[in-house]
């Protein structure tokens, strides 16, 4: 809660005394899952070796505890983000394919307790992330595409955070028009959520084209309102931390 409210030094904080009380206890289910949520902070921060190191760290906590074959698949998928933000094209895609086969798996498998989800479609927004970040635009926008599609209903902020990253994908190919469509439907549902981290992607998403506004109407008339959304987050303190793993 603290992460998605833009406060990441402590929610470095909480993942850190979560994990350690996690090994404390001897419960690698939750050891596991704490290093599933470091690494993909790390990953929002920036620190790619980082979210490796701890995602792997995760693989070898669940490995020795039942009902993890779900959070297994998330904490591969974690190392592919990692894996996509250095260029390593083929490890991601390694480990994409691992996160998929563990996921299939999964089926019917009763979870460890107080392990969080990871299905379907969270693994398809995460793999559209993979290859976003590795520019490969046509095969973001299918995983995208699955993943909005399988957070209708009433999963209001999980859709977002996938219209997001389709609006981004598009940006990256050129197609600055449909891109500004999937940042205005966010907009339609901002007041509903208590998500910083959707507003922060909002307005950093209004701010990628602001440059080139007097050929893109769309975008002029869109982002008084994103602009408005803005938010600082403690990013930069959250950077500062060190992780227990």
């Not at 598009?170 to 891109?179: I, P, Q, T």
Request: aromatic share 6%; charged share 20%.
């Amino acid at each position: 809660m603290t992460h998605d409210s833009g406060q990441d030094s402590r929610a470095r904080a909480y993942f850190d005394r979560a994990f350690r009380m996690a090994v404390a206890a001897e419960n690698n289910g939750l050891a596991g899952n704490a290093c599933a949520s470091m690494s993909h902070l790390a990953i929002e921060l920036g620190q790619h070796t980082d979210a490796l190191r701890i995602a792997s760290t995760g693989i070898t906590k669940t490995h020795r505890a039942d009902g993890a074959l779900r959070l297994a698949a998330r904490l591969h998928t974690m190392r592919a983000r990692a894996f996509a933000l250095t260029g390593e094209n083929q490890a991601c895609a390694e480990s994409l394919d691992t996160a998929e086969s563990l996921l299939e798996s999964a089926a019917g498998e009763v979870p460890a307790g107080w392990i969080a989800d990871f299905d379907e479609a969270s693994l398809a927004s995460e793999a559209a992330l993979c290859f976003l970040d590795l520019a490969e635009y046509a095969e973001a926008e299918q995983r995208a595409a699955i993943a909005i599609r399988l957070r209708s209903g009433d999963r209001v902020r999980s859709r977002a955070f996938g219209q997001l990253t389709m609006a981004n994908i598009l940006v990256g190919a050129g197609r600055l028009d449909e891109a500004a469509a999937f940042g205005n439907e966010v907009c339609k549902v901002t007041a509903s959520l208590s998500s910083t981290r959707v507003l922060d992607r909002l307005n950093a998403l209004g701010g990628v084209p602001w440059r080139r506004r007097t050929a893109f109407p769309r975008w002029r008339t869109s982002w008084p309102r994103w602009g408005a959304l803005s938010h600082v987050s403690d990013a930069q303190e959250g950077q500062a931390a060190t992780w227990p793993v």
